[in-house]
């Protein structure tokens, strides 16, 4: 069975404050599923992240610094999954977050989960999801995040938003052109996932709340996004 290579993003650990609800039923999850396959996590930056960009953006800070406080961030965010998922001993999971490829492949071999943040600047931990499932040779990388999954436009602004089940990887792509890649940018999902996802041939799961994951990796049915 091949790894699976989940993106949690950051806004669904830290909404505001740490979501201490979402990750005890995201533990349990783990702790069940990891029991048949190796899984890797990589954590957004969340509000976190978006707070600390904001003051060095008005601070007249340039991208790549803000760009190096976003990683960080999602290194932090790293950190406290990692600990929160061994704390109860059932789960073999790191607790020094790897900051490469080859550490994640390295760290694989002794624990059952590896949980790292960003990578590299200039992508967002979407980004860093897709690449870590093409090194790690994985068809599909699931994307956990705070919002159903894939709609027209943003639900949270708009109510004539529809909801998209399933979207091939061209018409996402035409979706993505219209968005604009900045530090801190919140998408289900972004180009350099993208990019790497197609050209790969990767199927690409977006999924809300852990529930839902179970029930996609479990094969019992889940309400999501498939893009393929």
């Known amino acids: 069975m091949h790894t699976i290579v989940i ?30 396959h190796k899984i890797v996590i990589c954590t957004g930056g969340g509000s976190t992240a978006r707070r600390y960009i904001g003051v060095l953006k008005k601070a ?8 190096t406080v976003g990683i960080d961030a999602t290194r932090l965010n790293a950190r406290l999954v990692a600990v929160f998922l061994s704390a109860n001993a059932l789960i073999r999971c790191n607790t020094e977050v790897p900051k490469s490829l080859e550490e994640i492949k390295f760290l694989l071999k002794t624990h ?28 599909e990388m699931i994307n956990l995040t705070n919002v159903r999954g894939l709609f027209t436009k943003d639900p ?33 999902l972004d180009a350099v996932a993208e ?9 690409v799961v977006i999924l809300k709340g852990a529930s839902n994951l179970e029930g ?11 893009v393929q």
Do not use: W
């Not at 938003?161 to 289900?188: C, N, W, Y």
């Open 7 to 36: 993106s949690v993003g950051g806004s669904i650990i830290v909404p505001e404050d740490v979501d201490h609800k979402f990750l005890a039923e995201l533990r349990k999850v783990i702790a069940k599923i990891s029991l048949k």
């Open 60 to 67: 007249g800070a340039n991208n790549y610094m803000q760009d």
């Open 112 to 139: 059952n989960v590896v949980v790292c943040g960003g990578l590299r600047h200039g992508q967002t931990s979407d980004g860093t999801t897709a690449e870590i499932a093409e090194y790690l040779d994985s068809p």
């Open 156 to 188: 949270r602004k708009h109510r004539d938003a529809k909801f998209i089940q399933r979207i091939s990887h061209a018409d996402f792509t035409k979706m993505l052109e219209k968005i604009e890649a900045k530090p801190g940018q919140h998408f289900v």
């Open 195 to 203: 990019e790497i996802a197609r050209k790969n041939c990767m199927k």
């Open 216 to 226: 996609y990796v479990e094969g019992k049915g889940f309400e999501g996004t498939v």
